[in-house]
């Protein structure tokens, strides 16, 4: 049985976006058996379908959170969705095992290069640091934290062209590391 992947992207205006738009066409070009569900098209100016939301993720076997790194965590819609949709008694609390086992994989881009996520670097943390309080929300919910998949420097990036290809790499190590989990 093929591993049912939803990916949540939470790009907040997909429409400007060369990374994560073409990490995305890529995904949909791939074998795999997914879902991408574009939170910026969906809920631009309205309330979550917060039953929608989970429907897809009672169905799914792994979850993809697809993202630009915003203020060094996943930006406001993003934010949004996990604060409506990893509800307590759904994903967490009492009841709330709905999510019980299954994948947790974060794929993002950022915008600064990798010598800035150090110690030394003007960001002062790595990006593991950062991705803590998301790693946390994962063990909460009971789901399997997989090693996230993450392309830095798009914004450095000399040209469309080179972001591009970054993104497009970008996509093929998560495909790889999807199929891997089918």
Known sequence: MANKILVISGHPNLAISHANKTILKELEKSKLNLEIRDLGALYPYKPIDVAAEQSALVKADTLVLQFPFHWYSVPSPL??????????NFAYGPEGDKLKGKNFLLSF???GPADAYTPLGYNHFTVAEFVKPLQQT???ISMNFLEPIYS???????????????????ASRLIKTLEKLS
């Not at 934010?79 to 307590?88: F, G, M, Q």
């Not at 990036?157 to 591009?164: D, L």
């Open 138 to 140: 994962c063990y909460l």
């Open 79 to 88: 934010t949004r969705w996990i604060e409506d949709v990893i509800a307590y």
């Open 109 to 111: 881009t950022t915008g």
């Open 152 to 170: 830095q420097g798009m914004n450095t990036a000399k040209g469309e062209e080179a972001v591009i290809k970054k993104a497009k790499e970008h």
